[in-house]
């Protein structure tokens, strides 16, 4: 037996020993994770510039979001980051990263803020929600595709593009092609989201619609939250403040469409009775952030903190995915995969448009 009394079997070798093994973990994650930081860095600071060159090009103001350029750059460096020294990062930044950027997101929404809508607009927008994830497994299936990218494209559109596509894949059955289609979902739900910006707008005169209930289409079906508020702010202030206490609301749904993902893939494993509902920390502690900032009690430079913070390891998070997928890979998905994410972003609008139109 060991003597209770050597160095070995002592509190403070033990504690040496963890605080060895943490800093070796820490050197092994910090190449990954300064390319990934580094990334991300530069597609923040080419995002205006990028928005000017569109704008001298196409003469219209349309800005390219951070995300998009950090995925497209970390892309084209994939032959340099394909080496050990830098897996182990990037890892760290797709699963651990992600899941506390996921959660602190959180702190953006109030249950005030919900109940404030109205119950038929949470109606509307809960229904054309889960006919869009519906909808994503069916056309997938229709078109050849497997079920998991039928519900990362159907949960990325339903709930709020980026984010969504990234905490729908952590719950997704284990495959070779889940991070190329990943990245292709991310990339499609934000090239969709800036047309709809632009084009959205013109469908108040059609409909009839007034200020506040465009502010609402926007909102509900409108994917990635920078453009819900390019969309409603272009219009009008009231536009844009339904449009942003909708798109809100979607995000705080993120939480049941993971899980209700997450579960039904697993009950196809091994039978409903049997299958373990995933509930992955990050959604417990997202769904307490929302609890705590409804309390009012959270002063706004904590609240900007955090939202800063949330912004910063989505970004990091998104730039390792784009490092760890090539080129090919993307080009292999072909254009059913296109499809898939066209007819889910067409399902949402239409839902959103004739939910919209019975409640008027």
């Given at each position: 037996?060991?003597?209770?009394a ?5 509190p ?25 930081l ?9 995002e ?28 084209a ?8 020294r830098?897996?182990?990062g990037?890892?760290?930044?797709v699963?651990k ?6 959660a ?13 809508l ?12 889960a006919?869009t ?5 069916l056309?997938a ?10 519900a990362?494209?159907g ?18 059955p ?9 990245v ?18 013109s ?10 209930t465009?502010?609402?289409l ?7 939250v ?31 469409v993971?899980l ?32 705590v900032?409804?309390?009012?009690l ?8 955090v ?17 760890g ?27 959103s ?8």
């Amino acid at each position: 037996m060991p003597d209770p009394a050597s160095p070995a079997a002592s509190p403070e070798a033990a504690a040496a020993d963890r605080r060895g093994q943490m800093v070796t973990l820490a050197r092994r994650i910090a190449p990954g994770f300064a390319l990934s930081l580094a990334v991300a860095v530069v597609s923040v600071l080419a995002e205006p510039l990028t928005g000017r060159l569109v704008a001298a090009v196409t003469g219209r103001a349309v800005s390219v979001p951070a995300v998009v350029i950090a995925l497209l750059i970390g892309m084209a460096l994939h032959g340099f980051a394909a080496r050990p020294r830098y897996e182990v990062g990037m890892t760290f930044c797709v699963k651990k990263l992600l899941r506390v950027a996921i959660a602190l997101l959180g702190l953006r929404i109030a249950l005030g803020d919900i109940v404030a809508l109205g119950f038929g607009t949470v109606v509307l927008v809960v229904v054309s929600m889960a006919l869009t994830v519906v909808s994503g497994v069916l056309v997938a299936r229709l078109l050849g595709r497997d079920d998991a990218y039928g519900a990362l494209a159907g949960g990325a559109t339903a709930v709020c593009g980026a984010s969504a596509a990234l905490a729908t894949a952590t719950v997704l059955p284990p495959s070779k092609s889940r991070d190329a289609d990943t990245v292709f979902v991310v990339v499609a739900v934000n090239a969709l989201s800036t047309l709809a910006m632009v084009a959205y707008p013109s469908f108040g005169p059609l409909f009839g619609f007034d200020d506040r209930t465009l502010g609402i289409l926007f909102g509900a079906s409108i994917h990635d939250v920078a453009q819900v508020v390019g969309a409603g702010y272009s219009v009008s202030d009231t536009a844009g403040n339904s449009a942003v206490i909708v798109k809100l609301f979607r995000v705080f749904l993120l939480l049941p469409v993971v899980l209700g993902i997450g579960w039904w893939f697993a009950s196809r494993g091994g039978g409903a009775d049997k299958a373990k509902v995933p509930v992955p920390l990050f959604a417990i502690v997202f769904l307490a952030l929302v609890v705590v900032n409804s309390t009012g009690l959270v002063p706004e430079p904590v609240r900007g903190a955090v939202g800063e913070a949330s912004r910063w390891g989505l970004l990091v998070a998104i730039a390792a995915l784009g490092l760890g997928t090539s080129v090919a890979a993307i080009a292999r998905v072909g254009w059913r995969h296109v499809a898939t994410v066209c007819a889910t972003t067409i399902v949402i609008l239409v839902a959103s448009i004739a939910g919209l139109l019975l409640l008027r």
